[in-house]
């Protein structure tokens, strides 16, 4: 009877520890499965063309931005300073405030407002590559486009980039002004939400479009048609990036000069909203204050930055491109 038994426990036993083994191997297939399929999807996504072409936006725009935040903080600056200057005082220039922002918030300071800068640059830019890339292979597969159509190419990319990294924009601005003081873009997003509301994150919307959507139009034209003015012989020879950088350079200053009054309107709406309830209140301000001239401030370091980092962003850009087999 107790023999039985006995045996009866050990097929019992035999049975649960060989469900127990099947269970474990189920679970194991299931995780491989599930891993193996993540592992597929990943490389299939990674494969995808718009992806590449977003990593490698990320990529040229985040090294261009550490490089040149230093212009962009001095643009800034220059164009928020006539609230605290009194009427006939002697003009501030670029060296001035450079010198002024290394002696009170030493050398580090230069690079007030670079996380915000990064937290927007690199979706930012890596949205306006892979969009752009995906309407030019939509629309200009056959045929590369001409002058109006680069124009509405660059256009459209940097308007869909635009609209979704303008409440990072915004913050970068604050940072920049000085007059704020976040820790945190975090932290800075939290405060305006809190104590102007989420539509303040938009702020300064219309002059934002109005700047960026025409200095990107005319930066692809203007970049586009330079590269094919250019002799075959250089556009082959391992001279091209250095060539296509010196194209990106004049691109930048032409589209630079023509979009400065509205970076002046759009940094005066962002970093005082209160103060202006619609975009033409800002520019009858600084008409009325400043004169013509007033919507140009700030143009020398800005074209600097903006001329730099467009030219480096799209020519580290095209070389990344080119090392994955792709046609930018």
């Known amino acids: 009877m107790d023999s039985g038994r006995v045996r009866t426990e050990k097929v019992i036993q035999k049975e649960e520890k060989t ?3 099947f269970d474990h191997t189920r679970t194991t297939l299931l995780d491989w499965n599930f891993f193996s399929t993540f592992k597929i999807t990943m490389e299939l996504s990674l494969a995808h063309p718009a992806l590449k072409a977003f990593m490698c936006g990320s990529l040229s725009g985040t090294c261009s931005t550490l490089l040149f935040q230093p212009l962009d903080l001095v643009k800034t600056r220059l164009q928020t300073l006539h609230s605290n200057m009194q009427p006939g005082s002697a003009r501030v220039g670029m060296v001035t405030v450079f010198l002024s922002v290394v002696r009170t918030e030493k050398l580090i300071g230069l690079w007030k407002g670079v996380s915000p800068s990064f937290v927007r640059t690199i979706p930012g830019v890596g949205i306006y590559f ?4 995906s309407l030019k292979q939509h629309y200009f597969l056959e045929q590369g486009p001409g002058a109006m159509e680069s124009v509405l190419l660059g256009a459209g990319a940097r ?3 635009g609209v979704c990294m303008l409440p990072v924009t915004v913050i ?7 007059r704020y003081n976040y820790v945190s873009v975090a932290g800075a997003l939290r405060s305006v939400c809190q104590t102007e509301g989420p539509r303040a994150l938009f702020s300064g919307l219309t002059a934002t479009l109005l700047r960026d ?7 692809v034209m203007f970049y586009s048609q330079g590269k094919n003015t250019l002799p075959q012989e ?3 020879s391992p001279y091209a990036p250095l060539a296509n950088f ?7 200053v032409l589209a630079s000069l023509v979009t400065q009054p509205a970076d002046v309107v759009k940094t005066h709406v962002q970093v005082s909203p209160h103060l202006y309830r619609r975009t033409a209140d800002a520019v009858r301000y600084i008409y009325n204050e400043h004169g013509f001239q007033g919507f140009f401030r700030g143009g020398v370091p800005r074209s600097l930055r903006r001329t730099m980092i467009a030219a480096m962003a799209w020519t580290v850009y095209e070389q990344l491109m080119a090392r994955m087999g792709l046609k930018s």
Do not use: D, H, Q, W
């Open 19 to 21: 469900k127990e083994n």
């Open 130 to 133: 892979s969009t752009y890339y």
């Open 159 to 161: 308007t869909v980039a």
């Open 172 to 178: 970068k601005t604050r940072f920049e002004s000085g």
């Open 213 to 219: 959507a025409p200095f990107s139009g005319l930066y």
């Open 234 to 236: 250089i556009s082959t």
């Open 246 to 252: 010196s194209c990106g350079i004049l691109a930048g």
